[in-house]
């Protein structure tokens, strides 16, 4: 095949493309050629040589002892009840392998630069197409292997390959069916029920509307989300709330959800309408509730309605009212689903 | 090269013909040991992304070992005094317990962590180095792709590997795709169900991203890096532009012994100074975060630094602009940042075949361009890092905005002004000063280069000293690629089709301010004006004293020499 090669190489006529818009002047400046070698101290006097070869050999022997260091530090620094030795024994063993490491790194370097041949060198470059004899025959082969096959002239053959070919991967994305149920339904709902009281997160105590002062922020998940042994995560993913009185004068309500707080506390979803972080960041004397992750800011004085920032829709409100003990309860659950818009909202 | 009767010739030259009796390596040896790569600080960049990601493979595969990624709930028991009791999931324990209990644990996590951020960012240098210098053009164009590829590779690796410890900020990074993944139109919210195996955050998403990022994505990486190799050595490296450097060969020193040395040895230098940076600097300190709960607020953090700009993108998609048509919710501040970023990363990808179309160059290029030479690109490649630079800046508006005590609507409002207002200024302040460089080479090659000795002339007159240059100099200024627009030509068939006046329009754009190469006629006259002139004199009286009649000799010497 090589042979072949060469010798095609040495018959095929040296192929030569366009340059397009390029512009060839007729009377462009010469190449001059390599410039001459300069020669290194290494090379022109033996001091410098030996020199540059103990320096060689010295960095070569400091990566040892690095190495070795290295061994005595991961016994001599052990990780105790103590946390500060979790760092001595991160620094020294690492201080080690870096001398281990650097100091074959920079003696091989050391080593090419200063004794290995400096004078560079020329090598001579082929066009990535293969020549003319190559190209003629592989196109043979082509051709031939068509011709045998029958691949170009038996459509039915191909024709019903090329609809297998097409259809065998569709299982492949069918098996990905059962990675997970689809919970689109899920993401209407949430834990608040009717009567669920709102307790603080995360100690779990109950809140006593008399407790919540004018100003004040309570970080709220829905009574007994703590004790859950299973979905706790999924389930405060979408009920966390955050809790806020206002001096009513500030609220600006529409009247149709004006039931939904009560004297002033308003309670709103703390899942970002855009790609569900948790909002609660609250302003106090702006009455707005900013998300940390991607700054959309939210007026709790309006419903929660978007001021700035990425956000679309208002954070939902969570109805609530008291119950007969005095206790902040869930009216019902939230009336429009929590968290990132998706399609069939 | 006779390598079957060579006994005792030397220590490598008998390991070598004890292998070569086995496997037949001379053959690859003699195809490959002299192989000449060019020199540059510059072509270091792809190293040390490569030689980054041999150092994930190996601090990884340590890491494995210990990390069990499962979202079982657990009470934490380890050494970690402030998290003693608390809840959290097995993968957020084992994190800790390597950090806390296994000797030279954090040291891996920290030489992972950095060395992930490293590759990233050294593919990312290198990819522009390569867009600067022209290095995509042919035969390169595909190498190209692949690199982009393995940028984006890079890009899933880092995502994947950081959502894996379950800590507070990963999981609210993960959060954030969910939110992402259910914006999409039609199939969001199955999608997300799927990816979660259920409702976020379920049980199921690290073990699935451990497979990705343990297994598949590495696979692909090794897989493309090595065809992006592959294609190295059958192009052989491009150089930059110099005397004795051209599009038919290749100057520089040889793989064997040089560049065994000096690569291997950089291979090291690289490793060292990772485990230095790991053993020196925490990063991710994970147990100050706490395992991952959906509603604790962690302001002002920050993802991996490459991930930042579709963050950035995120944050800068204005209010309000979610439609709600035909009874389904169009996530548009969703859709439309996903898009840019699409965009953007197809663009990239698909540039060297756009700049080809344009100047219809079919030739093999293997002289690097110095970015001057090149203003369009050069200006085009700033408008882009410009652009990129901008969404990665929007992911810290928060920081910036507290840290320089502005408002944080008008950091964000300046940032959404910015991507549109900065890439243009960088595209013309890029071009100009491209051109500008280019100006100031011509010059420096017909009149040789300011020595800043002024010297008086008999009649009185003041004049500066110009040196000219050697031949070498010089070639390095004029060695580059001319091209010039095109009209709109009509084909065979007589017709003027859209894609030609396009075509036309695009070669204004990139060729229509344009500095040849200074010819030698033009050098010439240039030498024949100054012997016209009293500022020759000048020159004269110096030159004889360090190259004796220098100018003249260097106009003959370079057509002899060729």
């Given at each position: 095949?090589?042979?072949?090669?060469?010798?095609?190489?040495?018959?095929?006529?040296?192929?030569?493309?366009?340059?397009?818009?390029?512009?060839?002047?007729?009377?462009?400046?010469?190449?001059?050629?390599?410039?001459?070698?300069?020669?290194?101290?290494?090379?022109?006097?033996?001091?410098?040589?030996?020199?540059?070869?103990?320096?060689?050999?010295?960095?070569?022997?400091?990566?040892?002892?690095?190495?070795?260091?290295?061994?005595?530090?991961?016994?001599?620094?052990?990780?105790?009840?103590?946390?500060?030795?979790?760092?001595?024994?991160?620094?020294?063993?690492?201080?080690?392998?870096?001398?281990?490491?650097?100091?074959?790194?920079?003696?091989?370097?050391?080593?090419?630069?200063?004794?290995?041949?400096?004078?560079?060198?020329?090598?001579?470059?082929?066009?990535?197409?293969?020549?003319?004899?190559?190209?003629?025959?592989?196109?043979?082969?082509?051709?031939?292997?068509?011709?045998?096959?029958?691949?170009?002239?038996?459509?039915?053959?191909?024709?019903?390959?090329?609809?297998?070919?097409?259809?065998?991967?569709?299982?492949?994305?069918?098996?990905?069916?059962?990675?997970?149920?689809?919970?689109?339904?899920?993401?209407?709902?949430?834990?608040?029920?009717?009567?669920?009281?709102?307790?603080?997160?995360?100690?779990?105590?109950?809140i006593k509307a008399s407790d919540v002062t004018v100003g004040s922020v309570f970080h709220v998940v829905p009574d007994g989300l703590v004790e859950l042994e299973e979905h706790m995560l999924e389930e405060k993913a979408k009920a966390a709330v955050l809790l806020v009185r206002l001096d009513p004068a500030d609220l600006k309500e529409d009247p149709a959800k004006a039931s939904w707080s009560y004297d002033g506390i308003v309670a709103y979803s703390k899942i970002c309408t855009h790609v569900g972080c948790p909002v609660a960041l609250y302003e106090q004397h702006t009455h707005h509730l900013l998300c940390p992750c991607h700054q959309s800011t939210f007026d709790v004085t309006e419903h929660c309605k978007v001021v700035f920032g990425p956000a679309s829709r208002p954070l939902p409100q969570l109805p609530i009212a008291v119950d007969s003990e005095g206790y902040l309860v869930a009216q019902s659950d939230f009336n429009e689903p929590v968290g990132p818009s998706f399609w069939e909202r | 090269m006779s390598t079957t009767t060579a006994k005792k010739q030397g220590f490598l030259a008998d390991r070598a013909n004890f292998l070569d009796e086995r496997v037949g390596v001379a053959g690859i040896l003699k195809e490959f040991g002299r192989k000449v790569f060019p020199d540059h600080w510059s072509f270091m960049l792809g190293e040390v992304a490569l030689y980054s990601f041999l150092v994930l493979l190996l601090s990884g595969t340590f890491l494995t070992f210990f990390f069990q990624p499962a979202q079982t709930d657990v009470i934490y028991n380890g050494v970690f005094g402030p998290l003693k009791g608390a809840h959290m999931s097995v993968a957020y324990e084992s994190t800790l317990n390597i950090s806390f209990e296994v000797r030279g644990g954090l040291l891996m996590r920290q030489v992972h962590h950095w060395a992930a951020l490293l590759f990233v960012a050294a593919a990312g240098l290198h990819l522009l180095r390569v867009f600067f210098t022209g290095a995509f053009r042919k035969p390169r164009e595909i190498n190209w792709v692949v690199g982009v590829v393995l940028f984006v590779l890079g890009m899933g690796g880092g995502f994947t590997g950081y959502s894996l410890p379950d800590d507070l900020l990963s999981g609210n990074g993960l959060r954030i795709i969910d939110g992402m993944i259910k914006g999409v139109p039609v199939i969001g919210a199955y999608i997300s169900s799927l990816l979660f195996g259920g409702e976020f955050p379920g049980e199921a998403i690290v073990a699935r991203l451990y497979g990705l990022h343990i297994l598949l994505i590495p696979a692909m990486i090794l897989v493309f890096i090595v065809v992006h190799l592959f294609m190295v050595v059958i192009h052989k490296h491009t150089h930059y532009s110099g005397p004795g450097r051209k599009d038919t060969n290749v100057v520089g020193y040889?793989?064997?012994?040089?560049?065994?040395?000096?690569?291997?040895?950089?291979?090291?230098?690289?490793?060292?100074?990772?485990?230095?940076?790991?053993?020196?600097?925490?990063?991710?300190?994970?147990?100050?975060?706490?395992?991952?709960?959906?509603?604790?607020?962690?302001?002002?953090?920050?993802?991996?630094?490459?991930?930042?700009?579709?963050?950035?993108?995120?944050?800068?998609?204005?209010?309000?602009?979610?439609?709600?048509?035909?009874?389904?919710?169009?996530?548009?501040?969703?859709?439309?940042?996903?898009?840019?970023?699409?965009?953007?990363?197809?663009?990239?990808?698909?540039?060297?075949?756009?700049?080809?179309?344009?100047?219809?160059?079919?030739?093999?290029?293997?002289?690097?361009?110095?970015?001057?030479?090149?203003?369009?690109?050069?200006?085009?490649?700033?408008?882009?890092?410009?652009?990129?630079?901008?969404?990665?800046?929007?992911?810290?508006?928060?920081?910036?905005?507290?840290?320089f005590k502005l408002s944080l609507n008008q950091v964000l409002t300046s940032m959404q002004i910015l991507l549109f207002v900065g890439p243009v200024v960088a595209f013309i302040v890029t071009k100009r000063v491209c051109l500008s460089l280019q100006r100031k080479d011509q010059a420096i090659v017909l009149h040789g280069r300011e020595t800043g000795r002024i010297i008086r002339l008999p009649h009185g007159e003041y004049v500066e000293v110009h040196e000219p240059l050697n031949e070498f100099e010089m070639w390095k200024l004029v060695d580059f690629k001319d091209y010039k627009p095109t009209l709109a030509r009509p084909n065979a068939e007589g017709k003027i089709t859209v894609g030609a006046r396009v075509r036309a329009a695009f070669s204004r754009f990139y060729f229509e301010d344009r500095i040849a190469p200074v010819t030698a006629g033009e050098l010439e006259a240039a030498h024949e004006h100054h012997g016209g002139h009293d500022d020759h004199a000048i020159e004269a009286p110096k030159a004889e004293k360090k190259a004796p009649a220098k100018k003249p000799a260097a106009k003959k010497a370079a057509p002899k020499k060729k």
């Open positions: 095949m090589s042979n072949q090669g060469k010798s095609a190489a040495k018959g095929g006529a040296e192929h030569t493309y366009e340059g397009g818009l390029a512009v060839i002047p007729a009377d462009a400046i010469k190449d001059p050629g390599l410039e001459p070698h300069r020669v290194r101290m290494t090379d022109k006097s033996p001091k410098h040589e030996r020199a540059a070869v103990r320096q060689v050999a010295s960095l070569f022997v400091l990566s040892f002892l690095g190495s070795a260091f290295s061994i005595y530090a991961y016994f001599a620094f052990p990780i105790t009840d103590d946390l500060g030795s979790v760092r001595s024994n991160t620094l020294f063993l690492g201080l080690g392998i870096t001398l281990g490491l650097m100091g074959i790194g920079i003696g091989a370097v050391h080593w090419a630069k200063t004794l290995m041949p400096d004078a560079e060198v020329s090598e001579e470059r082929h066009q990535a197409r293969s020549s003319e004899a190559d190209r003629a025959r592989a196109l043979e082969i082509i051709k031939l292997a068509d011709e045998e096959s029958g691949f170009s002239r038996r459509k039915l053959i191909r024709r019903s390959l090329y609809t297998a070919l097409a259809a065998f991967p569709i299982p492949a994305i069918f098996f990905f069916a059962d990675l997970g149920k689809d919970q689109t339904n899920n993401l209407r709902h949430t834990m608040w029920k009717a009567g669920t009281r709102l307790v603080k997160d995360p100690t779990g105590t109950p | 040889p793989l064997m012994p040089v560049y065994v040395a000096k690569a291997g040895g950089f291979f090291f230098i690289v490793f060292g100074v990772l485990m230095l940076i790991a053993a020196t600097i925490t990063i991710n300190p994970v147990w100050n975060y706490g395992s991952y709960d959906p509603s604790p607020v962690s302001a002002g953090t920050q993802p991996d630094w490459y991930i930042g700009w579709a963050d950035g993108a995120l944050r800068l998609a204005p209010s309000h602009i979610e439609t709600y048509w035909f009874g389904y919710t169009w996530s548009w501040n969703i859709l439309l940042p996903i898009l840019v970023l699409l965009v953007f990363l197809v663009l990239v990808a698909v540039y060297p075949f756009i700049e080809q179309w344009v100047t219809g160059d079919e030739r093999e290029h293997h002289v690097l361009d110095r970015p001057r030479n090149a203003p369009v690109r050069t200006a085009i490649g700033a408008a882009g890092v410009v652009f990129y630079a901008v969404l990665w800046a929007g992911a810290g508006t928060d920081l910036i905005a507290t840290n």
